[in-house]
């Protein structure tokens, strides 16, 4: 069984950052693709940003395009966020995601993960 687990959410004013971060922990053979989506309550959970097995490939929504990164150090089984310009609409519940399986990279925004963390809270005051 694996476990995912987010940290690093909270309240931050319009402009400012934060840093999420996930760590997988259990029966973890391969870490494949990794993934953040958001939710707000009445809303299906959109995608964030996606990160390859070698990072060497990252995808990202439009709407947090040069203000979000993605990144992932597999010697600690942990993806990180980081969210700069926030804007009181990136105000959500933030999901980190593992994949257990190769998938096509075109697909890596669509929410067929394997592992889901519990989730983590942002929110961003105007």
């Known amino acids: 069984q694996v476990q995912l687990v987010e940290s690093g959410g909270g309240l931050v004013q319009a402009g400012g950052s934060l840093r999420l971060s996930c760590a997988a922990s259990g029966r973890i053979l391969t870490m494949f693709a990794m993934a953040w989506f958001r939710q707000i309550p009445g809303k299906e959970r959109e995608f964030v940003a996606a990160?390859?097995?070698?990072?060497?490939?990252?995808d990202y929504a439009d709407s947090v395009k040069g203000r979000f990164t993605i990144s992932r150090e597999n010697a600690k089984n942990t993806v990180y966020l980081q969210m700069n310009s926030l804007k009181p609409e990136d105000t959500a519940v933030y999901y980190c995601a593992l994949d257990g399986k190769i998938r096509p990279l075109r697909l890596l925004k669509t929410p067929d993960y394997d592992y889901w963390g519990q989730g983590t809270q942002v929110t961003v005051s105007s």
């Open positions: 990160i390859g097995l070698s990072a060497d490939y990252t």
